[in-house]
């Protein structure tokens, strides 16, 4: 009977050895695996980093394209305005009146009449347009100016006025007939 006790308990051990021999190799699978998983996980932040890297090059690289664009634009409308010649022009409507018109697709504001004392009498055709006040003129818009001069003071050849479009004064010249 210790023959057969001895035999079933080597039984169990070889049992118990197989056991244990499975378990450490599902455990060394397991380990490789996730040794795998870690190493596609470092190469996959690798990626990640190198793309936004990329990313952030590229948004560097936008942010120099639209100042250059907004410089660009800026240059452009400077040109325009060189070529559309001034905002505002004069014409000869009648004895002693004149349109004043905004030749541009932008309101131009008079901030002031800079020769208002070279005219004996000078009157827009609306009596909030006073000397006192600025003057809005819308695009294209034409207003009436009423120009009065006399032998000693004559209507001068041009209307000064500061606007807000022009850091320098406005030379607008007056018609004649």
Known sequence: MAEWISAICAALSLLGAGIAWYRS????????????????????????????????EQADAAKEQAAELSQQVAELREMRTLFQGPPLEMFLIGENRWH?????????VIEEIVNADDFIRLRFDAPEHTLEHTLELAPYEAIEVV????????????????????????????PRA
């Not at 850091?167 to 007056?174: G, K, S, T």
């Open 100 to 108: 004043l018109a905004n030749k541009r697709d932008e309101r131009v």
């Open 147 to 174: 120009c009065v001069g006399a032998l000693g003071k004559p209507i001068p050849a041009t209307l000064i006025l500061r606007v807000n479009s022009h850091p320098d004064p406005l030379h607008v010249r007056i």
């Open 25 to 56: 190799n599902l455990s060394a699978k397991a380990k490789q695996q996730a040794e795998e998983a870690r190493k596609k996980a470092e190469e996959q932040a690798q990626l990640a980093k190198r793309q936004v890297e990329a990313a952030e």
